[in-house]
């Protein structure tokens, strides 16, 4: 069973950046696609962005993209997401996120079966 513990959250001021970690037990982050979903009171689930445990490529929403990067550290077993350029509207619980090892990335949350308790991220203006 692998277990995902998210930390680095908190509150930052709009410019600011935060770099959050996630440290996975039970199984190997590279040899597992992993990722970031997010989340807001009242909104579903939103993909954030992804690594492919298989090949190493990643993936961003849109929202994201050019702002926040997503890498790994196999020694430390743990996936980071480094946010850049914080903007209020990038508020939510972030959650960690694994799956099963794939070429390809799902910005599905039903493809994840491993879900980190999540990290609260408030940016203010």
């Known amino acids: 069973q692998v277990q995902l513990v998210e930390s680095g959250g908190g509150l930052v001021q709009a410019g600011d950046s935060l770099r959050l970690s996630c440290a996975a037990s039970?199984?190997?982050?590279?040899?597992?696609?992993m990722g970031w979903f997010r989340q807001t009171p009242g909104m579903e689930r939103e993909f954030v962005g992804a690594?492919?445990?298989?090949?190493?490529?990643?993936a961003y929403a849109d929202s994201v993209k050019g702002r926040f990067t997503i890498s790994r550290d196999n020694a430390k077993n743990t996936l980071y997401l480094q946010m850049n350029s914080l903007r209020t509207d990038d508020t939510g619980v972030y959650s960690c996120?694994?799956?099963?090892?794939?070429?390809?990335?799902?910005?599905?949350?039903?493809?994840?079966?491993?879900w980190g308790q999540g990290t609260q991220v408030t940016v203010s203006s």
């Open positions: 996120v694994g799956g099963r090892n794939s070429y390809s990335i799902s910005h599905s949350p039903t493809y994840y079966d491993y």
């Open positions: 039970g199984g190997a982050v590279s040899s597992t696609n």
């Open positions: 690594i492919s445990g298989a090949s190493g490529i990643t």
